[in-house]
């Protein structure tokens, strides 16, 4: 059976189609600068790759021009779309009523889109893609959407309740939904696998740390809470996004320096975090390289950046009462052993203890445990693969 991954956000489109007997990727990439001058990345199981610059005015000309590379010529892995079984669709934000992997119809997709305001960038994109393949591919080819909210539904009021008053989430659905969902769901599943554990039995904090970073205590394979909030900005220092902030401080900016509602809104998102901080960049790389030639700017960034991570790993375990695991993920987790290691630092006290050794010689794109032999808590890499996840509901839901 092969399933095809759809994640369209504003101006790009990524895919990836898997043959989910061996869970072969056939083929993955991604269209940029839709709408621009437009650009698309195809790789397929062959070795067969392509960068090129091609004109991409919108996503459908996107999606034809990813159709055209899987089934024609050298880039060739299907005959023809029919082949394509299923399609599974990523979409950011589900609102108040879509949470669980759905099976996409019209009601559906018109829902998405008066949820529009929840995720603005995304939603329309999402919703437009989901049109497009209602349109092109038969009554036959089941196609599911997962949401990204969905995981963090399980979370107590008390969690996700706001200090505001209690109208705004009646009337408006303000709270805190919790992003990076697929991602903290595949790997806390993964973990319980790895441990040999059923995951009914654990308590685990899962750290999606990447452009974008969230951290999830997950209890019983259930989240119980999540750093990122109503939005993808709160929580812990990001690429370019604050974390949390005092909104007291966004009022003052806006009144010092005269600046609109979008003008923070861009500002908190594009401008800020470790970018923000270091004044150098918001990829981990630049900010290690300039660390190591003693960039001052760089080290303070991270430092925030890693104590943010410890003040939640430690309120989540004392939320949940206990901790069996600690999960690492995303770009930064599972690359940047320094910010593991300053992640935990001075927590052996509470039963989270790293080997050095293992944690400098995890092996890229591989899962491992990094903890010490005599760590109570379990700590662990393990690469997130949110395309996986997509696919393996896809196909449980159209089994359903
Ligand atoms: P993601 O959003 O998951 O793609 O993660 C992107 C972040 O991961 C960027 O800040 C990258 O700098 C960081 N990253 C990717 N590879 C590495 C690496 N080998 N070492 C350190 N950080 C990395």
Redesign the pocket.
């Given at each position: 059976m092969n399933v095809f991954v759809l994640n369209a956000g504003s101006s790009s489109l990524k895919y990836r189609l898997y043959r989910m007997e061996d869970q072969l990727v056939l083929a993955e990439g991604g269209t940029e600068r839709i709408g621009l001058d437009g650009r698309i990345k195809y790789t397929n199981h062959r070795g067969f790759s392509v960068k090129t610059d091609c004109p991409l005015p919108d996503h459908e000309a996107a999606f034809n021009e990813i159709i055209k590379y899987l089934t024609t010529g050298e880039s060739k892995v299907i005959d023809s779309p029919a082949e394509i079984n299923a399609i599974g669709h990523r979409v950011v934000h589900g609102g108040v009523r879509l949470v669980y992997p759905t099976e996409v119809t019209m009601d559906v997709i018109e829902e998405i889109e008066r949820n529009r305001d929840f995720a603005p960038l995304h939603s329309m994109a999402q919703a437009g893609v989901m049109r497009l393949c209602l349109k092109m591919f038969p009554a036959s080819t089941f196609e599911a959407v997962v949401f990204d909210t969905g995981f963090h539904q399980t979370m107590p009021p008390e969690a996700y309740l706001f200090g505001l008053p209690y109208h705004y989430f009646k009337d408006y659905g303000i709270r805190r939904y919790g992003f990076h969902g697929i991602s903290h769901n595949y790997v806390s599943e993964r973990a319980a696998k790895l441990l040999g554990r059923d995951i009914h039995d654990l308590k685990m904090i899962t750290c999606h740390l990447?452009?974008?970073s969230s951290i999830c205590a997950v209890d019983g394979g259930r989240s119980i809470d999540c750093s990122m909030g109503f939005g993808p900005v709160d929580g812990i220092v990001m690429?370019t996004r604050t974390g949390q902030v005092d909104p007291t401080a966004l009022i003052y900016i806006a009144k010092k320096d005269h600046m609109t509602i979008d003008e923070i809104s861009d500002m908190i998102s594009k401008q800020s975090g470790v970018l923000g901080i270091s004044g150098i960049s918001?990829?981990?790389?630049d900010i290690?390289n300039a660390m190591e030639h003693g960039n001052e700017q760089a080290a303070l960034a991270r430092r925030v950046q890693s104590y943010q991570i410890r003040k939640y790993i430690g309120s989540y375990a004392f939320a949940m009462g206990d901790l069996d695991a600690l999960v690492f993920t995303?770009?930064?987790g599972e690359?940047?052993a320094s910010l593991r290691a300053a992640s935990v630092e001075k927590m052996e006290h509470y039963g989270i203890k790293i080997d050095p050794e293992k944690n400098e010689k995890m092996i890229?794109g591989k899962e491992g445990e990094i903890s010490a032999p005599d760590s109570a808590v379990r700590v662990l890499v393990i690469p997130t693969n949110e395309e996986l996840k997509i696919a393996m509901d896809t196909v449980a839901l159209m089994h359903r």
């Open positions: 990447g452009n974008g690429g918001s990829d981990d790389r290690e995303a770009g930064l690359n940047s890229r």
